[in-house]
């Protein structure tokens, strides 16, 4: 029997655009912060220096990783105030948008882990090893110990995100070397050993965007959720299918339809791929409006799950 | 927090060994981490910081791994490094041998530091500290076999302070002199030019890390003629100076040779 893959029904009924629109953008999205790096050392117009460590756009706008910040914190050195200036506007703005928002929109490393998803689903690979979701969480608090303890930025020394965007920035993965075999290590960890292995369940780097977001303004709703007819594409589809549930099922026990996980990374692939149009992006006060609504009167599925 | 619906109730049990199990992992990649960590912080002794750094432990707490001061840099001098070639992962250096530092006087890798892992309070480049040159060629050094190549010495950013020639005798030919390129450690600055310029397969003069090239006098230590010129009397009062058998301090010192109306040394005849 041929498997059915998350966005084929969603592109039989909504034609190729809406099935494919916010996979599109956010591509365009990952190539656009990729190129304000790379016009600089490429062809010479300078746009964004550094790199996603620390940088300095248009010779005015400072941005630094926050999480590199409160390592070196913890490890007891002082920063100068031009970095930490940039690392909170960095923390402000994922707060505000959702800190995973780097992991799916900005960060290098998603494309490799993606592509790693993407070919996983089509050769129907088994899920492998399964770390817990809160590995992450633990190995975030590994590396602030291990800054803290040894003095130095601790996660620096193994980084994948800023070891790959170096390597684009700089020009190491251009050639042969060793930023290859990271790569493809990532890449086929993600494929053979454990689905969505990296970027799902270790990544300190995503545990901390996802600690900085938990509260963010903007969210994925199960506005929609009443449609559904279980076909599970959106869990399919889902680098993070715990976070759906709460919002889409959780109706009887009062939850959603927001995603309030901030394990979420508004990736909105699960609008994409819904044949019923579940889901939209939507401000976080929607919740308290849509609470409100249902109590009062028939507001869409909440009731009707109820009932 | 919102936790998934589950059909299964997880017993405290489970719920306590499954964080016990994780707790563990997460300690062992940390004592990984850790010992990672002692070893690739090691910086080989042939590259060399920019100018400004910290020292080196305080230098990689600091640094962001960004890459400003190597973008930066007009002499391409500064790289990052990658995995594999040497310096801890993603910090720059540079490697004397292959582009020095030319020392810009407005020293643009330290003013686009955002983290002040290089130190804004450096001003004028010649007060950096890089490292420091050091002649370790002795037996392979073209002056110390008695030519005069000299190029160190006329290549160096501070010629004359940082590096000058010291006439000695050639005791091999035993009527010409060597002129010694030698190091003053106060002045250099380790930009590494010396190194660069050396004409010999392997540069007989190498730029190091000052822990490595400079020896330290106990902080015990006084030097006597020192003590001496600043009490501005003899130390121990009282002493008797006994006459010097064989030794009247009026009379020349028999090894010194005798100079030509050049200034030179008399030829030697064996």
């Known amino acids: 029997m041929k498997q059915r893959l998350p966005g084929q029904a969603a592109r039989a009924r909504h034609g190729w655009w809406k099935a494919s629109q916010w996979l599109v953008l956010r591509r365009l999205a990952q190539v656009f912060f990729l190129g304000l790096f790379l016009t600089g050392p490429l062809i010479g117009v300078w746009i964004t220096k550094g790199t996603l460590a620390s940088s300095l756009t248009l010779s005015i706008l400072p ?36 800190g995973r928002m780097f992991c799916s929109w900005v960060c290098p490393v998603n494309l490799v882990t993606d592509g790693a998803a993407w070919l996983r689903s089509r050769l129907n690979l088994p899920e492998g090893v399964t770390f817990s979701r809160s590995s992450r969480l633990w190995i975030l608090g590994a590396v602030l110990a291990v800054s803290a303890l040894t003095g130095t930025v601790a996660w620096e020394f193994v980084n994948p995100v800023t070891i790959l965007h170096r390597g684009l920035v700089f020009g190491a993965l251009y050639g042969a070397g060793l930023v290859w075999i990271l790569v493809a290590a990532l890449f086929l960890f993600d494929l053979a050993v454990s689905s969505r292995g990296w970027c799902g369940h270790l990544c300190p780097v ?26 599970l594409d959106c869990y399919k589809a889902c680098p993070e299918p715990q976070v759906i549930s709460p919002a889409l099922k959780g109706a009887a026990r009062g939850l959603g339809p927001l995603i309030l996980s901030g394990d979420c990374t508004n990736c909105g692939r699960c609008i994409d791929v819904c044949p019923e149009r579940v889901f939209e992006f ?7 409006k849509s609470k409100d609504v249902s109590s009062q009167t028939t507001r869409d599925g909440t009731t009707k799950a109820a009932a | 927090m919102v936790e998934p619906s589950s059909p299964l109730e997880t017993s405290r049990r489970d719920f306590l060994a499954a964080t ?17 960590i002692g070893q690739a912080r090691a910086l080989p002794a042939s590259t060399l910081r920019p100018p400004g750094a910290l020292a080196e432990d305080d230098f990689l707490g600091t640094c962001a791994r960004c890459g400003l001061c190597v973008q930066d840099c007009p002499y391409k001098t500064l790289k990052l490094a990658e995995p594999g070639s040497g310096p801890t992962l993603g910090t720059p250096y540079f490697e004397a041998r292959k582009i020095p530092c030319e020392m810009c006087s407005d020293i643009p890798c330290v003013a686009a530091c955002p983290t002040g892992a290089l130190d804004k309070s450096l001003k004028d480049i010649s007060k950096s500290k890089m490292g420091v040159a050091v002649l370790v060629g002795h037996e392979t050094c073209l002056n110390f076999l008695g030519l005069r190549c000299d190029i160190c010495y006329r290549d160096c950013p501070l010629m004359g302070t940082a590096i000058t020639l010291e006439r000695s005798h050639n005791l091999r030919t035993g009527k010409h002199a060597m002129f010694i390129p030698t190091v003053h450690t106060e002045a250099c600055t380790g930009c590494g030019k010396c190194e660069k310029s050396c004409p010999l397969e392997e540069a007989a003069i190498k730029v190091l890390p000052p822990k490595l090239a400079l020896g330290v006098l106990g902080s015990h230590y006084r030097l006597g003629w020192e ?16 006459p010097d058998r064989g030794y009247s301090p009026g009379e020349p010192v028999p090894p010194s040779p005798e100079r030509n109306s050049q200034g030179g040394f008399k030829e030697f005849r064996p």
């Open chain 2, 227 to 242: 003590e001496k010129e600043k009490k501005g009397s003899a130390l121990i009062e009282g002493t008797i100076d006994l």
């Open chain 1, 282 to 288: 939507s401000p976080r006060w929607m919740e308290r």
């Open chain 1, 63 to 98: 941005l630094t990783d926050p999480l590199f910040a409160l390592q070196s914190l913890l490890a007891h050195h002082s920063l100068e105030g031009k970095v930490l200036l940039g690392a909170g506007l960095v923390l402000a703005a994922y707060a505000l948008i959702g």
């Open chain 2, 20 to 36: 016990a199990r994780t707790a563990c992992a997460a300690g062992f990649f940390g004592t990984a981490l850790g010992l990672w």
């Open chain 1, 206 to 231: 995503g545990a901390f965007y996802g600690l900085i977001g938990r509260k963010s303004l903007l969210r994925v709703s199960a506005i929609g959720r009443q449609a559904c007819d279980d076909c």
